[in-house]
Nanobody
């Protein structure tokens, strides 16, 4: 397993952009698929997107075209670039390491989460 630490969350206005990061420990980072999930109060955890070891990505329908996931294997870091943010994007954002998939059970290591709030 790897240890994951998210950073970069905050309060932004609708239409703004924000990038959150997830730093991983361990030398096997490059072999993991990395996923981003989010959870708003009173709602189930929602798949945001995933990136495989070679950089291939896929996204949930609610963020497709607005969010982009990248990874830097030299820095053991994965990024979530969020553009055109909406109030509905408000949630705690979690990164996870595991195998490619949109279900949480594909991932066996999770970060502690970072709060993103979109409000005017």
């Amino acid at each position: 397993q790897v240890q994951l630490v998210e950073s970069g969350g905050g309060l932004v206005q609708p239409g703004d952009s924000l990038r959150v990061s997830c730093a991983a420990s361990g030398r096997t980072f490059r072999s993991y698929a990395m996923g981003w999930f989010r959870q708003a109060p009173g709602k189930e955890r929602e798949f945001v997107g995933s990136i495989n070891w070679s950089g291939g990505t896929f996204y949930g329908d609610s963020v497709k075209g607005r969010f982009t996931i990248t990874r830097d294997n030299t820095k053991n870091t994965v990024y979530l670039q969020m553009n055109s943010l909406k109030p509905d994007d408000t949630a705690v954002y979690y990164c996870a390491a595991g195998s490619v998939g949109s279900d949480p059970y594909h991932y066996n290591s999770w970060g502690q989460g970072t709060q993103v709030t979109v409000s005017s």
